[in-house]
């Protein structure tokens, strides 16, 4: 009998050592929009570098996750690739959580399609026919004589409801698109596709698929920044209240020269020159 | 402390574990309908399981799920019809052709196959079998219909294979003896006496692989593709239940109308896991086979 007792206190005992061990060991949860993610992660992983013992802990599920995890307080930064929305900020303030907006990047949204697609160019309303389903065959828009397979993002995902605010304004996207949920998943099925047209924040285009110009500009740094390209936007992390401690000397870490080369070595524009 | 109150305590502690189990799927319960219920103040309960248009986000928004229940349907049939010939035929070599040696390397392969996390399957789905698919045979798009079953039905495959295992073993010596005894052969004795012995197991173990496979998030948000629209074709791409909640909770605003559509959703897909598990308890206590004697 009395084994069994000391059997379940001692169980007790190591569930409550691991738990406190966990917590003390995450001094930092950043969660949040995918787009902001691949910059996150390498700014971290020099920041821990540089400061050995700080421990930060990093996880993906959107903006709206994200913006959702500060206000829950099981995060300490929320990453978001779009602003907070109107009643994020009432049902923050309901919880005593006061949002506070750090630019720490800007991004171009870029349409994207497979490598063997001819098409070099759409403008902003054939973008939108496609994705309502107006549009179906790539020789509607100059390409050869296929179906057009429309990839949009889940309806979590910050880029979506960039693309929504860009090109859709309001109207729906077909329901016979696909939905898939992340930004690299999206560039794995485009580049294996020739029939697809999706769209990726600018870190995420690589050799495997090819961006579209929009309206005839080509997305780079300079278009970007200067808003002849159509779809650019500010990448965001959200604290409550002005940053202290840990949180104020990473996020000025990220702005800083050093964080700032890891913004543009991961594809994004830098908000400094 | 006497013998007596000692075992009456170790039944009153396991009387307790066995509550919490219970307990914790009564709240589980309890908070899916607190928290889906309210949707039906706002939609009906025919335009939302009839509706076509899975629109939650847009203005107004549209909750209609039949789409996304068609999806979860469709897979979960077609990786059926896959995984039900290949686990039952499996526990059938298993259990009473294969020789000793080569039924444990079997079984234990089978057993591994269960231990493959689902993610792991669903990348091995979107990076392999979609491109497969997609060249193969000259299709727009390899994530769809067939992609996910076929996962789905290597997931199915162990549950069903080793429930009809059990089956088939718990079917009495005397059975298979008597048979043998009036000249039947091997192949004689399994399909006319075996299988039907075991018919109320075997089927159990169709109904709960069916309801892994309705059930199975990971996968086919990863390789269905996720239009929700109704399939016109079996490459097309669809929208699974599991895949529609997972992919937007976490967007969906507390408490909002969209959060309370998706657990809605939750309700529906509960609905249909439990009348599964009713239908695998009933056949199982209505095909039992009591004593040796019976058949």
């Known amino acids: 009998m009395n084994s069994i007792i000391k059997k379940i206190i001692f169980s007790i005992a190591l569930v409550i050592f691991t738990a406190g061990l966990a917590i003390a060991a995450d001094s930092l949860v950043i969660k949040g929009s995918t787009t902001v993610l691949p910059i996150t992660q390498a700014a971290l992983e020099s920041y821990m570098k540089a400061n050995k013992g700080v421990q930060i802990s990093l996880s993906g599920g959107g903006s709206g996750e994200g913006i959702k995890a500060l206000i829950d307080k099981t995060a300490d930064i929320g990453n978001s690739s779009r602003e907070i929305k109107k009643e994020e900020i009432e049902l923050a303030a309901v919880k005593g959580i006061k949002p506070v907006a750090h630019v720490i990047a800007y991004d171009a949204l870029i349409p994207i399609v497979n490598p063997r697609n001819k098409v070099k160019g759409l403008s902003t309303d054939q973008l939108s026919l496609i994705y309502q389903g107006k549009i179906t065959n790539w020789k509607e828009v100059g390409g050869d004589d296929?179906?057009?397979?429309?990839?949009?993002?889940?309806?979590?995902?910050?880029?979506?409801?960039?693309?929504?605010?860009?090109?859709?304004?309001?109207?729906?996207?077909?329901?016979?698109a696909q939905m898939l949920a992340s930004s690299g998943a999206v560039v794995t099925a485009v580049g294996n596709n020739r029939y697809a047209i999706s769209y990726v924040g600018m870190g995420y285009v690589n050799k495997s698929v090819k961006a579209l110009e929009v309206n005839g500009v080509a997305a780079s740094a300079q278009t970007a920044l200067s808003k002849q390209y159509p779809f650019s936007r500010e990448l965001y992390m959200y604290t409550n209240g002005e940053p202290k401690g840990e949180v104020a000397r990473f996020i000025a870490f990220l702005k800083s020269a050093a964080g700032q080369g890891i913004v543009k070595k991961e594809g994004f524009v830098p908000i400094r020159k | 402390?006497?013998?007596?109150?000692?075992?009456?305590?170790?039944?009153?502690?396991?009387?307790?574990?066995?509550?919490?189990?219970?307990?914790?799927?009564?709240?589980?319960?309890?908070?899916?309908?607190?928290?889906?219920?309210?949707?039906?103040?706002?939609?009906?309960?025919?335009?939302?399981?009839?509706?076509?248009?899975?629109?939650?986000?847009?203005?107004?928004?549209?909750?209609?799920?039949?789409?996304?229940?068609?999806?979860?349907?469709?897979?979960?049939?077609?990786?059926?019809?896959?995984?039900?010939?290949?686990?039952?035929?499996?526990?059938?070599?298993?259990?009473?052709?294969?020789?000793?040696?080569?039924?444990?390397?079997?079984?234990?392969?089978?057993?591994?196959?269960?231990?493959?996390?689902?993610?792991?399957?669903?990348?091995?789905?979107?990076?392999?079998?979609?491109?497969?698919?997609?060249?193969?045979?000259?299709?727009?798009?390899?994530?769809?219909?067939?992609?996910?079953?076929?996962?789905?039905?290597?997931?199915?495959?162990?549950?069903?294979?080793?429930?009809?295992?059990?089956?088939?073993?718990?079917?009495?010596?005397?059975?298979?003896?008597?048979?043998?005894?009036?000249?039947?052969?091997?192949?004689?004795?399994?399909?006319?006496?075996?299988?039907?012995?075991?018919?109320?197991?075997?089927?159990?173990?169709?109904?709960?692989?069916?309801?892994?496979?309705?059930?199975?998030?990971?996968?086919?948000?990863?390789?269905?593709?996720?239009?929700?629209?109704?399939?016109?074709?079996?490459?097309?791409?669809?929208?699974?239940?599991?895949?529609?909640?997972?992919?937007?909770?976490?967007?969906?605003?507390?408490?909002?109308?969209?959060?309370?559509?998706?657990?809605?959703?939750?309700?529906?897909?509960?609905?249909?896991?439990?009348?599964?598990?009713?239908?695998?308890d009933y056949v199982s206590e209505k095909y039992r086979q009591s004593g040796s004697a019976t058949l």
């Open chain 1, 146 to 176: 296929l179906k057009i397979i429309v990839i949009s993002r889940d309806s979590s995902s910050g880029t979506f409801e960039s693309w929504d605010h860009f090109v859709m304004k309001k109207a729906k996207v077909t329901p016979r």
């Open chain 2, 1 to 280: 402390m006497s013998r007596h109150t000692k075992e009456k305590l170790i039944k009153y502690v396991l009387f307790l574990f066995a509550l919490v189990s219970v307990l914790v799927l009564g709240l589980i319960v309890f908070s899916l309908f607190r928290e889906g219920l309210p949707i039906f103040k706002k939609v009906s309960l025919y335009d939302f399981i009839f509706g076509l248009e899975w629109y939650p986000t847009s203005d107004p928004p549209l909750f209609g799920i039949f789409p996304l229940i068609v999806g979860s349907v469709v897979v979960t049939l077609i990786s059926s019809l896959m995984a039900v010939p290949l686990g039952v035929l499996s526990a059938i070599y298993i259990a009473e052709i294969a020789p000793a040696s080569v039924k444990e390397i079997l079984k234990s392969i089978i057993e591994l196959l269960a231990g493959i996390p689902s993610v792991v399957l669903g990348f091995f789905g979107m990076v392999v079998i979609a491109p497969w698919l997609q060249n193969t045979f000259d299709l727009p798009t390899g994530l769809n219909i067939i992609n996910a079953s076929v996962i789905l039905a290597v997931m199915a495959i162990p549950t069903i294979s080793s429930i009809s295992e059990d089956a088939l073993y718990a079917v009495p010596r005397e059975f298979k003896e008597a048979s043998y005894a009036l000249g039947a052969t091997k192949f004689e004795t399994i399909t006319r006496v075996i299988i039907p012995s075991a018919l109320s197991g075997i089927s159990t173990a169709v109904i709960l692989g069916m309801s892994r496979a309705i059930g199975e998030t990971m996968v086919v948000l990863m390789v269905a593709g996720g239009s929700a629209a109704i399939p016109e074709s079996l490459f097309d791409s669809v929208r699974p239940m599991p895949a529609s909640i997972a992919a937007e909770m976490g967007e969906a605003p507390y408490r909002g109308l969209h959060y309370q559509a998706l657990f809605a959703t939750g309700i529906v897909l509960f609905s249909l896991t439990l009348i599964f598990n009713l239908i695998a």
